[in-house]
């Protein structure tokens, strides 16, 4: 994910993608995997990232 996230950001004019508008998420191991960007941009002094999660259960 983070070799996605670098070469999104190495591309963003091309892409036409607002910068401070970008989100990540995920449910079950993309949760975990989210959470794990997330944390790992924020140790590296980089994007500021919001996570929002939501628990479901079946019903």
Not at 4 to 31: P, T
Request: aromatic share 6%; net charge neutral; hydrophobic share 50%.
């Amino acid at each position: 994910m983070h070799a996605a996230w670098q070469r999104m950001h190495a591309h963003i004019a091309e892409l036409r993608i607002a910068a401070g508008w970008i989100a990540i998420g995920g449910v079950s191991a993309g949760g975990g995997l989210a959470a794990g960007l997330a944390q790992r941009l924020h140790d590296e002094g980089g994007a500021h990232t919001w996570l929002a999660g939501a628990h479901t259960s079946p019903a």
